[in-house]
C-alpha cells in the first residue's frame, strides 16, 4: 500500500509562516521526485512546487517562487514546504505528490503525479 499523509495546515495571517511536511505510509520514493500541488475554492489545481529524486533541483511555481521551499528527507521519507511572507492568495487545499517512477526532468503537471495525499488546509487571512 502507498499513502502520503499531510500535515501542517491551518489558519495564518498574511506575512506569516507555515510548514507542510507529507510521509510515505507505504513504500520509499526516494528515486522519485515529489512536490506540492493546490486549489483553492473555485479555482482550478495548480502546482506549486516540485524536487527531484535526488533533491538536487528544484521547480517552483512563479507565484511562490522566493517565498515558499521544497524539500525532502529520503531517509525519513518525508517531503516538506516551508511557506513564508503568505498572503490571502496561498488560501486552498494543498496536496503531497509522489511521481511512480524516477524522471529525469521535474514534472510540474499533474498528470505525470501518480500518488496523491489527501490534502491539508492552508488559510491566509488578510
Known amino acids: 500500500q502507498v499513502q502520503l499523509v499531510e500535515s501542517g495546515g491551518g489558519l495564518v495571517q498574511a506575512g506569516g509562516s507555515l510548514r507542510l511536511s507529507c510521509a510515505d505510509s507505504?513504500?520509499?520514493?526516494?528515486?522519485?521526485?515529489m512536490g506540492w500541488f493546490r486549489q483553492a475554492p473555485g479555482k482550478e489545481r495548480e502546482f506549486v512546487a516540485a524536487?527531484?529524486?535526488?533533491?538536487?533541483?528544484?521547480v517552483y511555481a512563479e507565484s511562490v517562487k522566493g517565498r515558499f521551499t521544497i524539500s525532502r528527507d529520503n531517509a525519513k521519507n518525508t517531503v516538506t514546504l516551508q511557506m513564508n511572507i503568505l498572503v490571502p492568495e496561498d488560501t486552498a487545499v494543498y496536496y503531497c505528490?509522489?511521481?511512480?517512477?524516477?524522471?529525469?526532468?521535474?514534472?510540474?503537471?499533474?498528470?505525470?503525479?501518480?500518488?496523491w495525499g489527501q490534502g491539508t488546509q492552508v488559510t491566509v487571512s488578510s
Open positions: 505528490v509522489a511521481d511512480a517512477q524516477r524522471r529525469t526532468d521535474v514534472p510540474t503537471t499533474a498528470k505525470l503525479y501518480e500518488y
Open positions: 507505504g513504500r520509499t520514493f526516494s528515486n522519485n521526485a
Open positions: 524536487i527531484n529524486w535526488r533533491g538536487s533541483a528544484t
